[in-house]
């Protein structure tokens, strides 16, 4: 079955330390989307990139990094510089930019300890 | 820029009951309008999705309205089901751009 595959389900961070959530999709979708969950927020955009090897940041990409070397895959990195990380981070993707809606996947919820 | 509010954030009903659960959005000029559903601690699962042009979308009990003039979509639930117990998230996209706006969802729980 075609989906979005999200990893770790659950992530810990340790103050200084980087991370990164893993995203991969078999939808063939050329659109791929980070977004930040808070409790009694509505889900605000990091990242996103529309094509291999592009992508642009969204209204929080602040302490975020991403990348896109292969159009299946659009990973996320949490820097240090990202004071406030605990949240609940979705990915999504789209084809046709949106017009066709979008598909999320399951979530990783990053804990910093 | 582009608002989304969902009112009420939180219903509850006996089940069976037909309900409504209402989206409103500030900027007129979409794209389209999207309905999810997220269960606790899990990921967005899409049930209807409207395009401007549309003015209503079904999937079995489920049905979605979108009024771009008055600013407002609705989700109607026919028959609802403990199962339905859930956040419903509507999100926007826009035109000329490719970010979803989101409500802050409303919990509904369906009461055996």
């Known amino acids: 079955d075609g989906g979005i595959t999200q990893s770790p389900k659950y992530l810990f961070r340790k103050e200084g330390q980087n991370v990164t959530l893993s995203c991969e999709q078999n939808?063939?979708?050329?659109?791929m989307y980070w977004y930040r969950q808070d409790p009694g927020q509505g889900l605000r955009l990091i990242y996103y990139?529309?094509?291999?090897?592009?992508?642009q940041k969204g209204d929080i990409a602040e302490g975020y990094s991403v990348s896109r070397e292969k159009k299946e895959s659009f990973p996320l990195t949490v820097t240090s510089a990202q004071k406030n990380p605990t949240a609940f981070y979705l990915c999504a993707s789209s084809e046709d930019r949106g017009f066709y809606g979008y598909t999320f996947g399951s979530g990783t919820r990053l804990t910093v300890v | 820029k582009q608002e989304v509010t969902q009112i009420p954030a939180a219903l509850s009903v006996p089940e069976g009951e037909n309900l409504v659960l209402n989206c409103s959005f500030t900027?007129?000029?979409?794209?389209?309008l999207q309905w999810f559903r997220q269960d606790p601690g899990k990921g967005l699962t899409s049930l209807l999705l409207i395009q401007s042009s549309q003015r209503e979308q079904t999937s079995g009990r489920l049905n979605a309205s979108l009024d771009k003039s008055s600013g407002r979509s609705t989700l109607y639930i026919a028959a609802s089901q403990p199962g339905d117990s859930a956040t419903y998230l509507c999100?926007?996209?826009?035109?000329?751009?490719?970010?979803?706006?989101f409500g802050t969802g409303t919990r509904l729980t369906i009461i055996p």
């Open positions: 990139s529309q094509i291999v090897n592009d992508f």
């Open positions: 999100a926007v996209r826009d035109f000329g751009n490719e970010k979803l706006t």
């Open positions: 939808l063939n979708h050329d659109a």
């Open positions: 900027d007129s000029a979409i794209y389209n």
